[in-house]
């Protein structure tokens, strides 16, 4: 047996917090030309006359390592004089932006303002804070997701942090995902037959990768690759590692559970990774020919995120495995077929 790494581009779909811990994890483990990183650009929003991307910067500061370990979000040693002197003249201050972190939004703000691409402004900061991967947001074209609530809709910022989860959610929508156009690369990546495979993060379904397949052609690209896509689930346990979803599943009559999650991906997904603890449920997933690998999907720590990461990679390497050899075994039939004739 070959002992030679398996190689080829990882596409990694991500939203913020929880995403950006695997993230990191494959960014530590794999060659930076073999990893591809989505962000979800979904939550974006204008305030203060800035454009803020929470999922891309998340994402950014976590690789660079600058990210706040307490709050997952943010920079570390972050300080708040900019909020004081805001709130003092009447300002808003319901989303915090920190001293430091103050800097990337009017920097993005300034060359958008100046016809520069998003991708473009993601990847110069990127390099200028040290990140060798390849971070592209899921579309230049804007994209802003509105929470369907019992009281009326919400530009999701306003719900998630303003309103903090409070009000019972009936339903999501994208705007301007209808006309939003695929990022090139992510078009790319999913076309190559030396694709090693596209995971999904521990990212909530709903409001961090349901944006990401709203825009037109990712679905269709995703269940037309030729490798295996694998999602790690955000519930273990009946409950979410992190943030709403399980408050929003519950509120849309979902279960929260693993099997929901992999009926919510039904049609796209080839394999489902779940924490040890939902074992019992992995048959039930099997039988409707989704593969599903158990392991320890909680991350604590970096350790944490290299192990995860690294048992991702070994479950999509099997399933490709697999695949080829059905592949292989169907072209032989093929081939004797042909010199039966």
């Known amino acids: 047996m070959s002992t030679v790494p398996p190689s080829g581009t990882c596409v990694y779909l991500s939203g913020g917090v929880g995403g950006a811990k695997l993230a990191l994890g494959l960014a530590k483990?794999?060659?930076?030309?073999?990893?591809?990183?989505?962000?979800?650009?979904?939550?974006?929003?204008e305030h203060l006359g800035l454009t803020i991307c929470?999922?891309?910067d998340t994402l950014t500061y976590t690789l660079a390592g600058l990210a706040n370990h307490e709050t997952g979000w943010g920079r570390a040693g972050e300080t708040s004089r900019f909020m004081s002197a805001l709130e003092a003249l009447g300002g808003e201050t319901w989303f915090f932006l920190g001293d430091s972190d103050l800097a990337i939004h009017v920097e993005r703000s300034r060359r958008l303002a100046a016809g520069e691409s998003l991708t473009a402004i993601t990847a110069d900061?990127?390099?200028?804070?040290?990140?060798e991967c390849?971070?592209?947001?899921?579309t230049d074209d804007p994209v802003r997701t509105v929470v369907e609530t019992a009281t009326g809709p919400l530009a999701f910022q306003h719900y998630f942090?303003?309103?903090r989860c409070e009000p019972a959610v009936t339903g999501f929508r994208f705007d301007g995902a209808e006309g939003a156009r695929l990022h090139p690369d992510v078009i790319e990546a999913l076309a190559d037959p030396s694709l090693r495979g596209v995971v999904i993060g521990p990212s909530n379904p709903l409001i961090?990768?349901?944006?990401?397949?709203?825009?037109?052609?990712?679905?269709?690209?995703?269940?037309?690759?030729?490798?295996?896509v694998v999602a790690v689930s955000p519930i273990v346990a009946g409950r979410a590692i992190k943030g709403p979803t399980a408050k929003m599943m519950r509120e849309l009559g979902l279960p929260v559970s693993v099997s929901a999650i992999a009926d919510h991906y039904a049609g796209?997904?080839?394999?489902?990774?779940i924490d040890s603890a939902d074992a019992s449920a992995a048959e039930a997933i099997r039988a409707t020919r989704v593969a599903v690998h158990e392991t320890k999907t909680v991350m604590h720590d970096l350790n944490d995120r290299v192990s995860l990461a690294t048992n991702v990679l070994g479950f999509v390497d099997r399933l490709r495995r697999g695949a080829d050899s059905m592949l292989q075994i169907a072209s032989g039939a093929a081939a004797a077929t042909w010199e039966m004739r």
């Open 134 to 138: 390849r971070l592209v947001p899921m």
């Open 208 to 228: 961090s990768i349901d944006p990401m397949f709203a825009v037109p052609g990712f679905v269709k690209a995703l269940r037309d690759t030729m490798a295996p």
């Open 161 to 163: 942090v303003r309103d």
């Open 268 to 273: 796209v997904l080839d394999g489902l990774v």
């Open 125 to 131: 900061v990127g390099r200028r804070l040290g990140i």
């Open 54 to 56: 929470p999922d891309i």
């Open 29 to 45: 483990v794999l060659p930076a030309s073999d990893l591809l990183i989505v962000a979800n650009t979904g939550d974006d929003f």
